[in-house]
C-alpha cells in the first residue's frame, strides 16, 4: 500500500499522440461541445451556423459511437440559444438519457430525455423548476436513475424505465427524498452525499432497485467531504477546505491513502471521475490525471500525476472512457478552435515514476 503522495511528471509524448489520433472533428460547419463519455459513446452538443443546410444550423445534442458511427441526433433544440446539453448516460446499446438545461444559469429550468436507438426519437421523461442538485441521469438494464429538487433544499431520487410510454414520469418510482446531491453509479450500486444533522455523508441503494445498500466501511465512515467518485473498484474525494488532499480508497487496502496533496494540482479540486486506473480532476487552471496501476497490483502504478489538458481544459470519464476537451486560442473570441480528444485509458502507457 502507497503512503507517500504522488508527484507530478511532464505528460508523456506516447500520450500526447494517443490524444491526438483520438480527436473528434466535427461535421463541416459545426461547433462541438463536450458532454460525456463512456464505453464506446460519447455526448456531444454541436451547434451549427447554417451555411451549409440540413444538419449545419441550429442546436442538437448527439451520440458518437467507438465504431465510427454517427453522430445520431437524440434531439433538436427548440432555441438553439438558451438551451443546453448538460449531461447524457448510454446503456452502450438500446437507450440513452440526457438533460437539457433551459436558460443561461446552472440554476435555469432543465428537463430529461430518454432516447431509443431503435426507433431514433426521444420524449421529455420528466422536468425540474425548483433548485437542485445538477442532473446525471443512469442508465442500468433498462432504468432511468435522476434526481431532481423538490422545494425547501431537498431532492428526490427518481427512477423509471426507459421504455416508460408515460411522457412525462407517470412511471417514476420515488426511491429516496433527502437534502442530497447528484447521484452516480458505483458498480451495481447509486451513491450521493446526503446531509444530516450538520454533517454530510455518503448514502447508497441497490441501482436495480432502490433498496438501501451497504457501502465499504472505509467509504460508509466519511464525513463532510467536498467530492465523491467511484467505479464501483476505485474510490476517491477529496477532503479539507485550506488545505485540500486527493484521497484514494482500493478493496483490499488497509485503509485510504493521500494520493495528492497541497500543490497547484489540488487547489479548488474539483469534478472527479475515474477511467479504469486513472484518476481524473479539474482545478480553476487545467485538468490532471493520476495513474494508480490495476487492482491488487500496486506495482504497476506509477504513483504520478500529469495535467492533460492545456488551460482551462477538462475531462469526462467512464469505464475506460477518457475525454477531453479544450479551446485553441481565447475561447471567447470567434477565432477559437474547440478540441475534444476521446481515449481508451487502457491502452495508454503507465505514467513515469517518481524520482
Not at 41 to 64: E, I
Not at 128 to 151: C, F, H, I
Not at 265 to 288: K, N
Request: proline share 9%.
Amino acid at each position: 500500500m502507497r503512503t507517500v503522495p504522488a508527484c507530478e511528471v511532464p505528460l508523456p509524448d506516447a500520450w500526447e499522440r494517443a490524444f491526438a489520433a483520438g480527436e473528434y472533428r466535427p461535421p463541416a460547419g459545426q461547433r462541438a461541445v463536450l458532454t460525456d463519455t463512456g464505453p464506446g459513446w460519447t455526448a456531444l452538443q454541436l451547434t451549427g451556423n447554417g451555411s451549409g443546410g440540413g444538419d449545419s444550423g441550429g442546436r442538437r445534442a448527439v451520440l458518437v459511437r467507438g465504431d465510427g458511427t454517427g453522430p445520431r441526433t437524440l434531439l433538436r433544440f427548440a432555441d438553439p440559444v438558451e438551451h443546453q446539453l448538460l449531461a447524457a448516460d448510454f446503456d452502450g446499446r438500446r437507450w440513452a438519457a440526457f438533460a437539457v438545461l433551459e436558460g443561461r444559469t446552472l440554476d435555469s429550468p432543465w428537463s430529461l430525455y430518454v432516447w431509443d436507438a431503435v426507433t431514433g426519437t426521444a420524449r421529455r421523461l420528466a422536468r425540474a423548476d425548483r433548485p437542485g442538485p445538477l442532473p446525471r441521469p443512469v442508465v442500468r438494464d433498462g432504468t432511468v436513475v435522476w434526481a431532481q429538487g423538490t422545494g425547501t433544499g431537498r431532492a428526490t431520487v427518481f427512477a423509471a424505465p426507459a421504455a416508460d410510454g408515460g411522457g412525462g414520469g407517470g412511471h417514476a418510482r420515488a426511491w429516496r427524498t433527502a437534502v442530497l446531491d447528484t447521484p452516480f453509479a458505483a458498480g451495481g450500486l447509486l451513491v450521493w452525499r446526503e446531509s444530516a444533522g450538520g454533517h454530510t455523508r455518503p448514502v447508497a441503494v441497490a441501482l436495480k432497485d432502490g433498496r438501501p445498500a451497504a457501502l465499504p466501511a472505509p467509504i460508509a465512515a466519511l464525513r463532510d467531504i467536498r467530492a465523491l467518485a467511484s467505479d464501483g473498484t476505485t474510490w476517491a474525494w477529496v477532503e479539507g477546505e485550506t488545505a485540500p488532499r486527493l484521497m484514494v480508497w482500493r478493496p483490499g487496502e488497509a485503509r485510504p491513502f493521500a494520493a495528492v496533496t497541497a500543490s497547484p494540482a489540488a487547489d479548488g479540486m474539483d469534478q472527479l471521475r475515474i477511467a479504469g486506473r486513472l484518476v481524473t480532476w479539474r482545478t480553476p487552471e487545467t485538468s490532471y490525471a493520476l495513474d494508480l496501476g490495476r487492482p491488487g497490483r500496486p506495482a504497476s502504478g506509477s504513483g504520478s500525476y500529469a495535467r492533460i489538458t492545456p488551460p482551462y481544459g477538462y475531462a469526462a470519464a467512464s469505464g475506460n472512457a477518457l475525454a477531453l476537451a479544450y479551446s485553441v486560442g481565447n475561447a471567447k473570441t470567434a477565432g477559437a478552435r474547440p478540441v475534444i480528444r476521446v481515449v481508451d485509458a487502457a491502452r495508454l502507457p503507465g505514467l513515469p515514476g517518481c524520482g
